[in-house]
């Protein structure tokens, strides 16, 4: 199996702040990943697909990048509706999913 | 609007099954596969395996193999997850998750329903 080892596993930021959050996948995995965002008491929904393309809805501040075994998602001018866990999941090899980051303000 | 509505939590006893549901609206039932994920404070987020709707043909993770059964019923959008044989470890929440199949058979999941939430305890 694929394992993705995301980090940090939280992350305290202020308004306004750019924030990166890192993916790194045990091999290969071709751009093929996924990030999601799951606030409090939610579900998870769909930010960026293959490694960079934005979702329908997403905010434009929310930009994914990287390529063989190394992704990142990066926020730009955080809000506080950003306040959520992030997640991504690998869909080369099946499918497995990091351990998630969660984002807070400071 | 794409829709996935499942159904109410489950309390459920050590050695039993639980059947959860997920009513899909907003989009044509059959041309989208459905996925089911685990989620768990422990383990994160676990993939459980998808369900052709318009076959029916289903993928486990072989973690899953013998735990979970998906079932669809495409005359009311419908699909299913029965868990079986039940412990403590399957006390988590379980989403359905819409299905985008890239031409590669890679896949990931854009609609999520809001989660059934299966407690097992004696």
């Known amino acids: 199996d694929i394992q993705m080892t995301q980090s940090p596993a939280s992350l305290s930021a202020s308004l306004g702040e750019t924030v990166t959050i890192e993916c790194r996948a045990s091999?290969?995995?071709?751009?093929?990943l996924a990030w999601y965002q799951q606030k409090p008491g939610n579900s998870p929904q769909l930010l960026i697909y293959?490694?960079?393309s934005l979702a329908d809805g997403v905010p434009s501040r929310f930009s994914g990048s990287g390529s063989g075994t190394q992704y990142s998602l990066k926020i730009n001018s955080l809000q506080s509706e950003d306040v959520a866990s992030y997640f991504c999941?690998?869909?080369?090899?099946?499918?497995?999913f990091g351990a998630g980051t969660k984002l807070e303000l400071k | 609007q794409v829709q996935l509505q499942q159904s109410g939590a489950e309390l459920a006893k050590p050695g039993s099954s639980v059947k959860i549901s997920c009513k899909a609206s907003?989009?044509?039932?059959?041309?989208?596969?459905i996925s089911w994920i685990k989620q768990t404070t422990g383990q994160g987020l676990e993939y459980i395996g998808y369900i052709n709707t318009g076959s029916g043909g289903t993928n486990y993770n072989e973690k899953f193999k013998g735990k979970a059964t998906l079932t669809v019923d495409k005359s009311s959008s419908t699909a299913f997850m029965q868990l079986s044989s039940l412990t403590p470890d399957d006390s988590a929440v379980y989403y359905c998750a819409r299905v985008i199949l890239q031409p590669n058979l890679r896949y990931y999941f854009d609609y999520w329903g809001q989660g059934v939430m299966v407690t097992v305890s004696s």
């Open positions: 293959d490694a960079n």
């Open positions: 907003g989009y044509t039932f059959t041309s989208y596969y």
């Open positions: 091999e290969d995995i071709y751009s093929n």
């Open positions: 999941q690998q869909y080369n090899n099946y499918n497995t």
